[in-house]
């Protein structure tokens, strides 16, 4: 079982290391169109979509990696201060009842939205680029398998500090 949940751990790892690289090209893609808008007044019908693009995958990719190392938003007014098995049976029925019901629930949603978007040749229609939706659609379904194997991993770890007392890891 430490051997999967290290080789999730990995791969979200890996992932979320890769989709940094893609801040400094999100950052040159707006510059680029910002300077031909406004310096050159010569606006281009790609960079919009294609910023948007990328952004997205910046974001989805995050995801999993963000809940890894579980930096993710949370009001730590009393949970910070709880002891770690108190935060653990908090994050296991947190788990339960919001992450699991949902992370199904949005990853079913994004797998046949994908394989619809590849079915019917989807486009975006921002622009009149008019540029494949499918490659993004197909991102997000990934994220969010990543996602949920990474709150898999996360619930097992901590369903272990709330019965044994200890960290798994």
């Not at 949970?79 to 296991?92: C, E, F, K, T, W």
């Not at 978007?117 to 486009?123: F, I, L, R, T």
């Not at 009149?128 to 898999?152: D, E, H, M, N």
């Amino acid at each position: 079982m430490r051997s999967i949940l290290h080789t999730i751990d990995s791969i979200n790892d890996k992932v979320g290391s890769a989709a940094r690289w893609l801040c400094p090209a999100l950052v040159l893609l707006i510059t680029l169109e910002v300077t031909r808008r406004f310096v050159f007044n010569s606006p281009s019908m790609w960079a919009f979509e294609t910023a948007m693009m990328v952004g997205a995958t910046l974001y989805v990719f995050g995801w999993a990696y963000v809940h890894r190392h579980r930096a993710h938003v949370r009001v730590d007014v009393f949970y910070a201060h709880l002891p770690r098995r108190m935060q653990a049976l908090i994050d296991v029925l947190g788990n339960i009842v919001f992450f699991f019901p949902f992370i199904i629930m949005f990853t079913i949603a994004a797998v046949n939205k994908a394989q619809f978007s590849w079915a019917v040749n989807e486009k975006m229609e921002e622009t009149v680029w008019y540029p494949p939706f499918a490659p993004l659609r197909t991102l997000i379904a990934i994220a969010l398998i990543l996602l949920a194997l990474q709150g898999t991993a996360n619930f097992i770890r901590d369903f272990y500090v709330l019965i044994r007392n200890k960290p798994y890891d």
